[in-house]
């Protein structure tokens, strides 16, 4: 009897640790995220875990949820963030309104499925509805950051999303391919019919209008590169775009405009194969002739907003194109008819420049005043923007302005990977028994702080 009972403990015993190892390689195979952290906005409603050594985010109601992990990032340096993302019943809703939103519109507003980097806009492209594996990726430029939180998303900063998503094949690439050579585009909008605060506008523009711009972004390119002293190449390029924009944004500090939002449906077909770092939307929003006027509190150009990681610029012609020398050359009157232009598009350096230094080492473009520099009538401020590029501009017993890493700061594309290096970022464990050892270690090692997950999207527009 007792030999029975010993042969039957060592049974039990056996099967203990067979349902221990059992146990502990389901909770490996089922929960293990390696060192990524796992937040969401709301408390509860998500769940997170791993098919196939793949993870997963299910959101059972509406979330912003992720599983995340910090990159360390060489300044001023390219990545490439990729994975394959399969989607199951993903929907978005949008943050302000509440409102649901059908697949068409949960793309545009960039609600669903995607690669992010916490706290910032920057994000990918987003998967919504039932899709099998899509490679996604997130490319950007670290400027002048040492770490980044890399984020696999089920939402965004624009909105929340519910539905099932599932991440694989998760690589990072860095490339060290710099260059000075500025593709820029400008989309001039043919035709407006926008329905504003329930009242109809439709104004479109002349072939005088769309000549005009052409000539102003050819005398840009050779502007730019003369106040750069050779230190920008650009090549432009003009795209017509035939279907009307019918919708506008709304500021109290400019009236109406147009965002990246309001053009999307337009001109991302074109911008996702174009490798654009800049873009103008150039449009005419009033017609004296026909008496239409869209109101806007005066601006002529705004600058400063990004379309993802490019440059976006509003270039707007005037309602009475015959009573003004605006953007038109004249000897007389107007030597400086691509002023707009340039200064729309030093926003833009400005915004980059002050991701690298603080902003206080350099003038703001509006401050040309204060160093003593005026409007010249013909030229404009055109001597301003000229020292301002070339860091000609005294101040004390020193001379400030652009610095000349500005001149590479236009986006990392994706022909920029050609040559790229991988990244170390996430590896499957070598065997189950290092990946139960990492379990243990990040029970230990748990943080309970989690950083915002995003914010509210920024919009910064200036004249």
């Avoid at 990032?73 to 490439?80: A, K, Q």
């Avoid at 005419?284 to 006027?293: I, S």
């Avoid at 509006?366 to 001597?383: F, M, N, P, R």
Wanted: charged share 30%.
């Amino acid at each position: 009897m007792k030999k029975f009972f010993d042969i039957l403990g060592k049974i039990l015993f056996v099967l203990i640790i067979l349902g221990i190892l059992y146990a502990t390689y389901y909770f490996y195979s089922k929960y293990y995220f390696d060192d990524f952290i796992k937040a969401q906005v709301e408390v509860s409603g998500t769940d997170f875990y791993r098919e196939d050594k793949n993870f997963c985010i299910e959101n059972i109601e509406y979330n912003d949820s992720v599983f995340y992990k910090k990159l360390e990032v060489e300044p001023n340096t390219g990545y490439r963030v990729s994975c394959k993302i399969k989607t199951e019943n993903v929907s978005g809703r949008d943050s302000e309104s509440n409102k649901e939103l059908n697949d068409e519109e949960s793309l545009k507003q960039r609600i669903g499925a995607c690669i992010s980097i916490i706290d910032t806009e920057e994000q990918s492209d987003v998967i919504v509805g039932n899709s099998d594996f899509k490679e996604v990726e997130l490319i950007f430029n670290s400027k002048n950051r040492q770490e980044v939180n890399i984020a696999f998303r089920l939402g965004s900063i624009y909105g929340d999303a519910k539905g099932k998503a599932t991440f694989s094949d998760i690589k990072v690439e860095k490339t060290d391919v710099k260059d000075n050579k500025w593709n820029i585009v400008c989309f001039m909008i043919n035709d407006i019919d926008a329905t504003l605060n329930g009242k109809r506008y439709k104004v479109s523009m002349t072939e005088e209008d769309k000549y005009i711009i052409k000539q102003n972004l050819e005398r840009f390119k050779t502007t730019m590169e003369d106040f750069s002293e050779g230190k920008m190449d650009i090549d432009t390029e003009c795209i017509e775009i035939d279907k009307p924009l019918k919708t506008l944004s709304y500021s109290e500090e400019n009236y109406y405009y147009i965002e990246p939002d309001d053009v999307y449906d337009l001109i991302d077909s074109y911008v996702s194969k174009g490798e654009y770092d800049h873009i103008f939307i150039a449009t005419r929003m009033g017609d004296v002739k026909t008496g239409v006027e869209i109101p806007v509190n005066e601006w002529i150009g705004l600058g400063g907003i990004r379309y993802d990681d490019i440059g976006f610029s509003n270039i707007r012609l005037p309602n009475d194109m015959a009573r003004t020398t605006m953007y038109k050359y004249d000897i007389m009157s107007d030597t400086f008819p691509e002023e707009v232009f340039v200064h729309e598009f030093l926003h833009t350096l400005e915004r980059n420049l002050a991701e690298y230094e603080d902003q206080s080492s350099f003038p703001a473009l509006h401050d040309s005043e204060k160093y003593g520099y005026s409007d010249k009538g013909t030229d404009g401020l055109k001597k301003w923007y000229k020292d301002y590029m070339r860091k000609e501009i005294r101040s004390g017993n020193t001379y400030v302005g652009l610095s000349d890493v500005v001149y590479s700061t236009m986006p990392f594309n994706k022909s920029d990977f050609n040559e790229s290096q991988e990244v170390e970022f996430y590896k499957e464990p070598s065997n189950i028994f290092v990946g139960i050892f990492n379990i243990i270690k990040s029970l230990f090692n748990r943080s309970s702080e989690n950083p915002a997950i995003g914010t509210v999207k920024e919009v910064v527009i200036t004249e």
